[in-house]
């Protein structure tokens, strides 16, 4: 049985478009038309990925994937029209897996659905434990979040932010590149924009660092990548 994806999309031509490419492609795809019905829809079905439009009638997409957030890791792919950077990284800081400006051409929509859906597939992890603790932050792997005692708060990761993490912590010690990163976390063929692995190291030092501006366990090397420092292992040096 192939994987379910939920289709929030209010444009009838493309939606009827999007729905046959992809179950050409072997989906199960749920089509929903409106925002608020799309909004229950995801926060109860157990969809393998959320494929949503922006600007939808009654609920617009940010609505959608920031209440999705508050309790779900669900893989999110935002499409829409609206192409300013600006808006881009509103998504991506919202924890969107991806996002995609309308036109575009169908192979490359399907290309970045496998992707997605790829890097959030089950991977069992050798090297640390599920349960990690850096910084001022606890994370648990296996449940996707990562609890702050000093605010006595609980978040969920996003796929990427898990995938990064994992990343990370199998490299501990290590400067692992950009294009590294780009190619294991987010997929091979996919070209973000330069600030999008930026935005997601700056929330993970959100959680992390005690100081975000002065980072002392996810470090910067210039021009080269990030090396995650957890103490009592390897010596720590900044390179900013």
């Known amino acids: 049985m192939g994987r379910f994806i939920l289709l929030v999309e209010d444009d009838l031509d493309l939606g ?3 729905q046959e490419a992809l179950q050409s492609e072997g989906y199960q795809v749920e089509w929903i038309r409106d925002g608020k019905q799309g909004l229950k829809v995801a ?7 959320v494929v949503l439009d922006l600007m939808l009638p009654r609920c617009d997409g940010f609505e ?6 508050k309790n779900s890791q669900k893989p999110v792919f935002m499409i829409s029209a609206q192409g300013a950077i600006t ?3 509103r998504g991506l800081e919202g924890r969107a897996d991806d996002y995609l400006v ?4 169908l192979n490359e929509f399907l290309l970045r659905v496998r992707n997605i859906i790829w890097r959030s597939r089950p991977v069992p992890t050798t090297q640390f434990s599920d349960s990690v603790s850096i910084g001022q932050a606890v994370f648990d792997l296996s449940k996707m979040t990562v609890f ?4 006595n708060a609980t978040e969920v990761l996003s ?3 898990t995938g990064l993490l994992k990343m990370l912590l199998g490299r501990e010690g290590h400067v692992v590149t950009r294009d590294e990163i780009l190619d294991t976390v987010w997929g091979v063929g996919v070209d973000p924009s330069p600030r999008t692995i930026d935005n997601f190291v700056l929330r993970l030092r959100k959680w992390i660092e ?8 996810l470090i910067s090397h210039r021009g080269a990548g990030y090396r995650l420092h957890i103490p009592g292992q390897k010596g720590v040096g900044n390179e900013f």
């Open 159 to 161: 796929p990427k932010e």
């Open 43 to 49: 926060q109860n079905g157990q969809h393998d990925l």
């Open 102 to 105: 309308k036109p575009f051409h």
């Open 87 to 89: 808006t881009r990284l």
């Open 16 to 18: 009827a478009n999007l």
């Open 210 to 217: 005690p100081n975000p501006k002065s980072p002392q366990h």
């Open 148 to 151: 702050l005692p000093h605010l």
């Open 64 to 69: 959608i994937l920031d209440a999705l957030r």
